[in-house]
Every structure is written in structure tokens, then in C-alpha cells.
């Protein structure tokens, strides 16, 4: 039997041998191409529905806590998904997890991309938003993976960030007077950004080479972060 089969590396990717660290990069980086390709599909497929627009404009327009209680779903179902893309006991379980994570994704993106089309009548403001943050993500990765530092220092940076913009979204939610303009946006890009550069260092300094599925669902939501916040910040441009 291949030693391979019987024994685990126990090390970090950045402790691995080098054949045994690049096909974990190469791993890593297909399932995240394919989670942004399944969720390209599925956004395809659910903006070709007949009457999607006012379909979905109208659920959310019933109240307004119900973007709300679309967000804290989606939080849920990302915990979950995490844990499950962490698993040690499943392979199966780690790309349920990556799975259901890219089927929310693509439910929570639809209202803001089917606001996009409705604006120009057409897929090019996402065709943009789309290319600009895959030039920023290709930036960064070279960024991190070519100086290969440890960013695992912006980790509290991040959480700090990110528990504020949460309290400004319902903030927002609460006091519809309260608006969360452009300046919003740019910071947001800011803390995906800095999502990516952290995610990425952590890959290599604190992951093992069997955690490419998680590595994978981490930088899938750092992107999708990036390009939310990159696309609305054109659409604020546009109007």
C-alpha cells in the first residue's frame, strides 16, 4: 500500500515538501475556480427565469427587515458550511460544505445582480465588476504567495472590520435616513482585500495539505466579498 494512503501529513503547507505543497496550491485553486464557475451557472440559470425580477424585488420589498432576515440566513448557513469544509472525518462533508455555501451565495448575490441588469439593461456592469476583481485577486494572490509572509496579523484587524460594518448594515436597516454611501463600499473593498491577503497566508502558513476544500470555500467568500462591493460601487458611479 502507497505510504501516501496510510499516513496523514501532520505539517503545515509551508513545512511540506515542495511537489506535496504545490499540488496543494494547484487543489486549492481549482475547486475555487470551480465554486466561482458553479456559482456563474446558477446566477445564469436563476436570471433567465421568466418574471424573476419582480419576483424577487417584491419578496424583499414586504418589509423592511427582510433583507435582514435574508443576511442573518445566509450568516447561518455560512457558519455551517464552514464547520462542514473543516471536517476531518468526511471528504464528502468538506464539499457539501463548499456546495451549500456556493448555492447561498448565488441566492444573496441575485437581487443586487439583477439590480445591475435592470440599470443598463444588460450584463455589463457585472462583466466589469466581474474583471476587476479578478485583476485585484490575481494582484493580491501574487502578493502574498510570492512574498510568502504571514498575514495571519490582520486577523484581528479583519474581525474588528467586519463586526462594525455588520452593526452599520442594520444600523441601516433600522434608520432608513441612515445611508450607507460609497465611502461604505470603498472601505468594504479595503477589508476584502485584506480577506484575501489574510486567507491566502493562512493557507500556507497555517493549513494542511489535506484542507485544500476549506482553503478553497475562504477564498471563494474573500472574492465574492471583493466583487459585491466592487460592483455596487460601479452601479453608485452609473446613477
Same mark, same amino acid.
Given at each position: 500500500?502507497?505510504?501516501?494512503?496510510?499516513?496523514?501529513?501532520?505539517?503545515?503547507?509551508?513545512?511540506?515538501?515542495?511537489?506535496?505543497?504545490?499540488?496543494?496550491?494547484? =487543489?486549492?485553486?481549482?475547486?475555487? @475556480?470551480?465554486? +466561482?464557475?458553479?456559482?456563474? !451557472? /446558477?446566477?445564469? &440559470? $436563476?436570471?433567465?427565469?421568466?418574471?424573476?425580477?419582480?419576483?424577487?424585488?417584491?419578496?424583499?420589498?414586504?418589509?423592511?427587515?427582510?433583507?435582514?432576515?435574508?443576511?442573518?440566513?445566509?450568516?447561518?448557513?455560512?457558519?455551517?458550511?464552514?464547520?462542514?469544509?473543516?471536517?476531518?472525518?468526511?471528504?464528502?462533508?468538506?464539499?457539501?460544505?463548499?456546495?451549500?455555501?456556493?448555492?447561498?451565495?448565488?441566492?444573496?448575490?441575485?437581487?443586487?445582480?439583477?439590480?445591475? =441588469?435592470?440599470?443598463?439593461?444588460? @450584463?455589463?456592469? +457585472?462583466?466589469?465588476?466581474? !474583471? /476587476?476583481?479578478? &485583476? $485585484?485577486?490575481?494582484?493580491?494572490?501574487?502578493?502574498?504567495?510570492?512574498?510568502?509572509?504571514?498575514?495571519?496579523?490582520?486577523?484581528?484587524?479583519?474581525?474588528?472590520?467586519?463586526?462594525?460594518?455588520?452593526?452599520?448594515?442594520?444600523?441601516?436597516?433600522?434608520?432608513?435616513?441612515?445611508?450607507?454611501?460609497?465611502?461604505?463600499?470603498?472601505?468594504?473593498?479595503?477589508?476584502?482585500?485584506?480577506?484575501?491577503?489574510?486567507?491566502?497566508?493562512?493557507?500556507?502558513?497555517?493549513?494542511?495539505?489535506?484542507?485544500?476544500?476549506?482553503?478553497?470555500?475562504?477564498?471563494?467568500?474573500?472574492?465574492?466579498? $471583493?466583487?459585491?462591493?466592487?460592483?455596487?460601487?460601479?452601479?453608485?458611479?452609473?446613477?
Amino acid at each position: 500500500m502507497p505510504l501516501s494512503s496510510t499516513y496523514q501529513n501532520p505539517y503545515v503547507v509551508a513545512q511540506a515538501p515542495v511537489d506535496e505543497r504545490a499540488a496543494f496550491i494547484r =487543489r486549492t485553486y481549482a475547486h475555487l @475556480a470551480g465554486a +466561482i464557475a458553479v456559482f456563474a !451557472l /446558477l446566477e445564469t &440559470a $436563476l436570471m433567465s427565469i421568466p418574471g424573476i425580477e419582480q419576483t424577487v424585488f417584491n419578496l424583499l420589498g414586504t418589509s423592511r427587515f427582510s433583507w435582514l432576515i435574508v443576511l442573518g440566513a445566509f450568516m447561518g448557513v455560512s457558519w455551517l458550511a464552514d464547520n462542514w469544509a473543516r471536517s476531518e472525518t468526511s471528504i464528502g462533508k468538506q464539499y457539501m460544505g463548499l456546495g451549500i455555501y456556493t448555492v447561498a451565495e448565488a441566492i444573496i448575490f441575485l437581487p443586487l445582480l439583477l439590480a445591475a =441588469r435592470q440599470m443598463t439593461g444588460d @450584463a455589463s456592469l +457585472i462583466g466589469q465588476a466581474g !474583471l /476587476l476583481t479578478g &485583476a $485585484l485577486f490575481l494582484g493580491l494572490t501574487a502578493i502574498a504567495l510570492t512574498t510568502r509572509k504571514d498575514f495571519s496579523f490582520l486577523g484581528g484587524f479583519l474581525k474588528i472590520g467586519f463586526l462594525i460594518a455588520l452593526g452599520l448594515i442594520v444600523i441601516g436597516v433600522f434608520f432608513q435616513g441612515f445611508s450607507l454611501g460609497l465611502w461604505f463600499s470603498g472601505a468594504m473593498v479595503l477589508l476584502a482585500a485584506g480577506s484575501i491577503l489574510y486567507t491566502t497566508g493562512n493557507m500556507i502558513h497555517h493549513y494542511r495539505t489535506d484542507q485544500h476544500v476549506s482553503a478553497a470555500l475562504g477564498l471563494f467568500s474573500a472574492v465574492a466579498l $471583493l466583487f459585491w462591493y466592487i460592483l455596487r460601487i460601479l452601479m453608485s458611479m452609473r446613477r
